[in-house]
């Protein structure tokens, strides 16, 4: 796979620029891209865990757990 990824961004590449629906092939590269770095994307999921529940979460610059008020700070960004 490793080997083959320029070839198959490629052509999940120009499927997409042709408007052609290759969801198997976008999701398995992307699945692919995810599951070979060294963190995985899990930021967002407890971003939105936090902001719906108050489930906390943790930062990577600190350790600990953390919960913010995403309300409060949306309302100061519009003012």
Known sequence: ???RQAAWRRVVGLAIQKGISVP????????FDTYRRGRLPAN?????RDYFGAH???RID?????HT??????RKARV
């Open 1 to 3: 796979m490793v080997q």
């Open 62 to 66: 600190r350790p600990g757990s953390y």
């Open 44 to 48: 967002l999921v407890q971003a939105q």
């Open 69 to 74: 008020e995403w309300s409060k700070l949306a």
């Open 56 to 58: 906390t979460y943790e």
């Open 24 to 31: 198997g092939m976008s999701a398995s590269l992307q699945y």
